[in-house]
């Protein structure tokens, strides 16, 4: 793997009451080879060239070892923003290992998305880190159906695998939940896809699903995701077209579905608004205010 010069790893970032509240980001990786028809993070703003080689950084542990080291304020730390942070590579590398053992040790959060079923193998760190700060695990599953997620979402594991995994994290005691999230207009914004996914997630120990509602589309984003529609489903790219146009949020058409979306989420007592989502998990951090108050 090629290692690029890098100066800082954490970002600190103020969400409030979005994004899972989280205070601070960090991308261990840059690029991500799972190779999704609809990422967002290959669009030209995020500059990242030759997104699908996933690529570490020059002493990344190390330097985020300082930043832990000097921070004041501790916090949730988010991972996997831009790039799966369980890509293949961290099998051998184990950048992602070395990262929460220190997160673990300066008594940070963390914050994980992920579509693989990698992150099971670090459950002895999350439940370390969970003892003395806050953990929220997210499997990002937009499908119930195996053979399309193989399309849409072709170089990491099935759906199947990822509630397996969620299983084995909510068996361990985590906090875990599904981020359904795009839900792509056409292929996967099906009432029965969306039930399914809310009650398998329900099922595997899941506490939360979180849904954005719809897809954004930009710049070459939107050409290489029609590029993939062509080849893998015929007259959906000019479907789209005739829908969407050149707009950027593409919502689903069934206007009912984010009813059918909270209902299901009701009937198996999941949190589906990101405020509730936040104080679900952020327990800790009230409790060290208040036993200091
Ligand atoms: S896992 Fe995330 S970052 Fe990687 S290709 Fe898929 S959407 Fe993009």
């Given at each position: 793997m090629e290692f690029l010069p890098t100066k800082s790893i954490l970002q600190k970032v103020s969400y409030g009451e979005e994004w899972?509240?989280?205070d601070y980001n960090m991308n261990l990786y840059k690029g991500c080879s799972h190779q999704c028809i609809y990422c967002d993070s290959r669009s030209n703003c995020y500059q990242i060239e030759d997104f699908d080689r996933v690529r570490g950084k020059e002493k990344e542990i190390e330097i985020l070892h300082q930043e832990l080291k000097s921070k004041r304020k501790k916090g949730v730390i988010g991972i996997g923003a831009m790039s799966d942070t369980y890509n293949p590579l961290e099998k051998q590398y184990e950048i992602t290992r070395k990262a929460l053992k220190l997160i673990a040790d300066y008594h940070f959060g963390v914050s994980i998305e992920t579509k693989?079923?990698?992150?099971?193998?670090d459950i002895d760190l999350f439940q370390k880190i969970n003892m003395t700060s806050d953990v929220i695990l997210k499997l990002t599953i937009t499908t119930a159906d195996d053979v399309l997620c193989k399309k849409i979402e072709p170089c990491v594991c099935v759906s199947s695998e990822r509630w397996k995994a969620m299983k084995e994290l909510s068996n361990a005691g985590l906090l875990v939940g599904t981020l359904?999230?795009?839900?792509?207009?056409?292929?996967?914004?099906s009432e029965e896809n969306i039930k399914n996914v809310i009650r398998l997630s329900a099922e595997n120990g899941a506490k939360f699903v979180f849904s954005m509602g719809g897809v954004t589309l930009r710049e070459n984003q939107r050409d290489y995701f029609f590029q993939k529609l062509e080849q893998l489903f015929p007259n959906l790219k000019e479907k789209y077209i005739r829908t969407f146009g050149n707009q950027y949020f593409c919502y689903s058409q069934n206007q009912n579905l984010r009813k059918v979306f909270e209902d299901e989420c009701k009937k198996y007592g999941l949190l589906y608004k990101m405020k509730d989502i936040i104080q679900a998990y952020r327990k800790k951090e009230e409790g060290e205010q208040l036993s200091f108050l």
């Amino acid at each position: 793997m090629e290692f690029l010069p890098t100066k800082s790893i954490l970002q600190k970032v103020s969400y409030g009451e979005e994004w899972f509240g989280i205070d601070y980001n960090m991308n261990l990786y840059k690029g991500c080879s799972h190779q999704c028809i609809y990422c967002d993070s290959r669009s030209n703003c995020y500059q990242i060239e030759d997104f699908d080689r996933v690529r570490g950084k020059e002493k990344e542990i190390e330097i985020l070892h300082q930043e832990l080291k000097s921070k004041r304020k501790k916090g949730v730390i988010g991972i996997g923003a831009m790039s799966d942070t369980y890509n293949p590579l961290e099998k051998q590398y184990e950048i992602t290992r070395k990262a929460l053992k220190l997160i673990a040790d300066y008594h940070f959060g963390v914050s994980i998305e992920t579509k693989s079923n990698l992150i099971v193998r670090d459950i002895d760190l999350f439940q370390k880190i969970n003892m003395t700060s806050d953990v929220i695990l997210k499997l990002t599953i937009t499908t119930a159906d195996d053979v399309l997620c193989k399309k849409i979402e072709p170089c990491v594991c099935v759906s199947s695998e990822r509630w397996k995994a969620m299983k084995e994290l909510s068996n361990a005691g985590l906090l875990v939940g599904t981020l359904l999230t795009p839900i792509l207009p056409f292929l996967t914004d099906s009432e029965e896809n969306i039930k399914n996914v809310i009650r398998l997630s329900a099922e595997n120990g899941a506490k939360f699903v979180f849904s954005m509602g719809g897809v954004t589309l930009r710049e070459n984003q939107r050409d290489y995701f029609f590029q993939k529609l062509e080849q893998l489903f015929p007259n959906l790219k000019e479907k789209y077209i005739r829908t969407f146009g050149n707009q950027y949020f593409c919502y689903s058409q069934n206007q009912n579905l984010r009813k059918v979306f909270e209902d299901e989420c009701k009937k198996y007592g999941l949190l589906y608004k990101m405020k509730d989502i936040i104080q679900a998990y952020r327990k800790k951090e009230e409790g060290e205010q208040l036993s200091f108050l």
